[in-house]
């Protein structure tokens, strides 16, 4: 079990570039969450998953942000005409459920992407 | 809705004394999860301890929470601060049927 699997580790954009990132959640896990950590504000939710289907996206950014889960392999979070403020680290989780009929919904980390833009 | 509060900020502790590092929680729910994440420098946060019955103790790598319904609250223990301990420390709450929400974070320095 590789664990969740992020890709790129690092980006870096200029000022009004896209960027787009990408997950690949542990295999079976039912749930994907997408996250934002800087120092200033800690971690974010952004987004979560669950069987693919978008459940609730409270923490997004509505202009610039979205997040797509095309199939139970990946999801990609994508930001449009990237600021120096979107600038973090975006890290994706996946767990087995997402606090459902079982309740341990232990979440599982990836090394995240450092999202630079200048 | 649901939200966590934790110790805020920096806590720094000589090495050799005991931690304590507070969560309290707020939900409508009557039976939460709640949990305690560790994240390394460097690192991605992983599960330390997770509990969902009152009054019990959860032990894992030499610390230790309760969840107190009474009090809303799962403070995360340990007896003797090690160096290796110096990390942030996430609360996480969970309900049936939601997702967790993650609590501020706690940055814990251990120092010699």
């Known amino acids: 079990n590789a664990g969740v699997i992020q890709t790129p580790r690092h980006k870096v954009t200029g000022k009004g570039q896209e960027a787009t990132l990408w997950c690949e959640p542990i295999?079976?896990?039912?749930?994907v969450f997408w996250y934002r950590q800087t120092i200033v504000q800690g971690l974010e939710f952004l987004t979560y998953f669950r069987n693919q289907a978008p459940i609730d996206d409270s923490g997004m950014p509505k202009e610039r942000f979205s997040a797509q889960m095309p199939n139970q392999s990946h999801s990609t979070l994508k930001i449009q005409s990237t600021q120096p403020q979107d600038s973090a680290v975006y890290l994706c989780?996946?767990?087995?459920?997402?606090?459902?009929?079982?309740?341990?919904?232990?979440?599982?980390f990836g090394p995240g992407t450092r999202l630079t833009v200048l | 809705g649901d939200s966590v509060t934790q110790t805020e900020g920096l806590v720094t502790l000589t090495e050799g004394l005991p931690v304590m590092l507070n969560c309290t929680y707020q939900t409508i729910y009557s039976n939460p999860f709640l949990f305690w994440y560790v994240q390394h420098l460097n690192e991605s946060p992983r599960l330390l301890l997770k509990?969902?019955?009152?009054?019990k103790r959860t032990e894992h790598q030499g610390f230790h929470a309760t969840l107190h319904k009474s009090s809303s609250s799962f403070h995360l223990q340990k007896s003797s601060a090690q160096l290796s301990d110096s990390a942030l420390y996430y609360c996480?709450?969970?309900?049936?049927?939601?997702?967790?929400?993650f609590g501020t974070g706690t940055k814990l320095q251990v120092v010699p």
């Open positions: 989780a996946s767990s087995l459920d997402d606090g459902g009929a079982q309740g341990y919904a232990e979440q599982f």
């Open positions: 996480a709450l969970t309900n049936s049927g939601t997702y967790q929400r």
């Open positions: 509990s969902f019955t009152d009054n």
């Open positions: 295999s079976g896990h039912s749930a």
